[in-house]
């Protein structure tokens, strides 16, 4: 690692000294963001403004991107690329079109399937620091569940003993009638 990259390790050392784990979000967007430089650097093979025949394109510069982590929302700014042949440069650690991380969307489900509000989860979550966190989105992340759904209904059963049932009644419009 050279020695920028030392200076900057360093000085998230220190940030996180002086204002403790309260600020947490801060150190860890400015340490992913460091990780997504390297991992663009070497998507390059070329650190910046290096320049050798090996070049495979060029830094253009960065697109910001609100993500929800379980140390709270935080912005980071996403490296570009310019000037290469095949697949454009995306950081690995990030999924494309999602706002949130899966652990994060995974809580929100599960409170959810639990019967938590979709807007009791909001507040929740904006207790985490999460502030942006949508019905909607709380709809898909109960989504998330859905093949461990279907792994349980489909599991194979061995010779059961006693079987207790319990019920959940759904109520559904038909015909304008809430039934």
């Known amino acids: ?26 150190v860890f967007a ?9 991992e663009r650097e070497r998507f390059l093979h070329a650190s910046h403004y290096e320049r050798n025949p090996d ?13 929800d982590t379980p140390a709270g929302s935080i912005t980071v700014d996403v490296p570009k690329t310019a000037g290469h042949v095949g697949e454009p440069f995306y950081p690995q650690s990030l999924e494309r079109g999602r706002r949130s991380v899966r ?4 809580a929100v489900a599960e409170m959810y399937i639990k019967g938590v509000s979709t807007r009791d989860v909001e ?3 904006r207790e985490f620091g999460i502030e942006s966190l949508s019905s909607a989105q709380v709809s898909r992340a109960s989504k998330l569940l859905d093949d461990e759904l279907a792994a349980w209904r489909t599991r194979p059963l ?17 015909n304008g009638v809430v039934r």
């Open 1 to 26: 690692m050279d020695a920028k990259k030392d200076t900057i390790i360093e000085a998230l050392l220190e940030h996180l000294i002086e204002n403790g784990a309260g600020d947490i979000a801060t």
């Open 158 to 174: 061995a010779e059961i003993r006693y079987l207790i049932l319990d019920a959940r009644y759904e109520k559904m419009r038909d």
């Open 123 to 125: 507040a929740v979550m």
């Open 30 to 38: 400015r340490t992913f963001e460091l990780a997504m430089q390297i």
């Open 103 to 106: 652990a994060v969307m995974v």
């Open 55 to 67: 070049r495979q394109g060029y830094a253009n510069g960065y697109k910001p991107k609100r993500i």
